[in-house]
């Protein structure tokens, strides 16, 4: 499987990590029971899901990508900006 | 010893739900009756009952560890009017979907006593439930690359020990011994320089264990609803009162979600978000072969699992995809991977050819070990989160979740397992890697 990295272009999936959904990512000032749920918890979509990936084995980017659990289509990769 | 006896209700004059016609015992009288009458005196090992308006315990999700909760509900609990929901068809999902390793070698005293308990339920099961699971304790061993995998796996034999497990540290020429095409030379891709042995451990046969459980809960009255997905709760006054499904609303007294794979789904229907995120786990096997080896190989330093089927197959597996996906369809990269480690270790294995492969879903959970017990909502409970370790303990899951259901509270064993632990702090976490489900 390829994945469009924006910095690289169509590189192997082994190239890539993936790293959590964003909906998990926990912000700095994050309150203990959002940082608890953000952590220990995840809505484990059966679909469409938005994940954050790193190009781990590549140009190291991290990147935001849109993806479904159920058919591994991808719809979109993009740089993750922080708070974007 | 208890003994799984179909006929036991009739005695009792305790009415079957449904039954149409007396299982017949499997037994070698019964065999060669059967050779003189034509083999026309076997009746289905279990019925296809229409669902039924209302049900005391609806167990979701016909895997192995659903039938064995509602067997244990019936046999040991006494509830009687028991519905297994099984979307599918029983044996499609995970239970057809593993190694078939069985053992109970972990590191945590709460694992221990999970998977010990499991261990000792193996061996009786085929006697219990009237049906040849194929139980084989041909011995499961953790092979040792190096001397840091020498010291763990001496103090996990420790751990065991301690615990009254078997456990057994074996030297390099104890392992070539007891697997000669093992790569035993010092320049091997992983050299190996040990092995911690359970040899209480070994194989089942999957599928039986699913037949086997569902032909033995159906004759005590349990009904096996395949092709029958639930797609919605029903709750009033504060509790769950019955499930919506493809066939129907189906009232219950108490419902225990027990899918792999659907159990984040199942509980958000009831507004929960469960500390699970599910990934792909593969396998495959081998054209089938005359017996090489006669034991499990596990490494886990590599994470490669070896063993040979009955039929003859070497079954191999790994490391999960380590990206969620419910596609039960993995990648060839693994397959790659797993079988050059396969290879590194059993260079005779270079010569096969793979028949198939295989992949399921497995319910991460945040600290690798399995939820049992009571949900913040009432009369809903949830056995899930199994990782990669739900076949082996098939019977102690069934026992324990059928005894918490019963009773409405957790048995000591599985009391450390409740889904309130994370936020808690109480994790129980084999690998010590903190909340990231993908890792091993």
New interface residues.
């Given amino acids: 499987m390829l994945i469009a990295c924006p910095y690289c272009g169509p590189r192997d999936l082994a190239e890539f990590t993936f790293e959590r959904p964003i909906a998990s990512i926990v912000a700095i000032d994050a309150p203990v029971d959002v940082a608890m749920q953000a952590l220990f918890t995840r809505d484990n979509p059966r679909g469409p899901s938005a994940e954050l990936w790193r190009h781990a084995y590549g140009c190291r980017a991290w990147l935001r990508m849109e993806r479904d659990t159920a058919t591994h289509a991808i719809a979109d990769v993009a740089p993750y900006e922080a708070g974007a | 010893m208890f003994r799984a006896d179909p006929y036991q209700n009739q005695r009792s004059g305790v009415p079957l739900h449904g039954l149409i016609k007396r299982m017949r015992r499997y037994s070698a009288f019964n065999l060669i009756r059967a050779g003189i009458d034509g083999q026309t005196s076997w009746s289905p090992a279990w019925r296809a009952p229409e669902p039924k308006p209302a049900y005391d315990i609806v167990v979701v999700g016909g895997g192995g560890h659903g039938l064995a909760t509602a067997y244990y509900l019936a046999k040991l609990h006494g509830v009687r009017s028991v519905a297994v929901l099984e979307k599918g068809w029983i044996g499609g999902g995970n239970v057809g979907r593993n190694t078939t390793i069985v053992r109970s070698n972990y590191r945590l005293p709460e694992s221990q006593r999970l998977l010990e308990f499991s261990l000792k339920l193996w061996e009786g099961l085929s006697d219990d439930l009237n049906y040849n699971v194929m139980f084989s304790q041909r011995g499961a061993v953790f092979l040792g690359h190096s001397d840091s995998d020498m010291t763990r796996l001496a103090e996990r034999g420790d751990a065991l020990r301690c615990n009254g497990i078997d456990a057994e540290l074996l030297t390099r020429e104890q392992v070539g011994r007891l697997v000669p095409p093992l790569d035993l030379s010092p320049k091997a891709r992983f050299p190996v320089v040990g092995g911690l042995i359970q040899r209480r451990g070994g194989t089942a046969r999957h599928d039986a264990v699913a037949w086997g459980y569902a032909r033995a809960a159906d004759a005590l009255g349990v009904d096996i609803i395949q092709n029958c997905e639930v797609t919605g709760l029903v709750s009033g006054g504060g509790r769950i009162t019955g499930v919506r499904t493809t066939r129907g609303e189906i009232a219950a007294g108490r419902v225990g979600l027990c899918a792999t794979g659907g159990s ?2 199942l509980a ?1 229907m009831a507004g929960l ?6 990934h792909n786990l593969q396998a495959f096997v081998s054209e089938p072969i005359k017996p090489m080896i006669d034991t499990v190989i596990m490494s886990q330093s590599v994470h490669c699992y070896i063993s040979q089927s009955d039929k003859g197959e070497i079954v191999l597996g790994g490391d999960p995809d ?6 039960q369809r993995g ?1 060839p ?1 693994r397959l790659e991977e797993v079988a050059s480690q396969a290879i590194a270790l059993v260079p005779a294995l270079s010569r096969l050819r793979m028949l198939r492969s295989w992949a399921g879903t497995t319910d991460m959970s ?1 600290d690798g070990s399995p939820i049992i017990g009571p949900t913040p909502i009432g009369e809903l409970y949830v056995n899930a989160g199994w990782c990669y370790g739900g076949f082996k303990a098939t019977p102690a899951s069934g026992w324990l979740y059928a005894h918490t259901l019963a009773t409405g509270a957790p048995h000591p064993i599985n009391a450390p397992f409740g889904l309130d632990r ?2 808690r702090g109480a994790t129980i976490d084999e690998a010590g890697v903190g ?1 990231m ?2 890792h091993r």
């Fill in positions: 984040s789904r958000a978000r469960l500390p699970i995120e599910c380590l990206y969620p996906s419910y596609a990648m990269r945040f994370f936020e909340p489900p993908h």
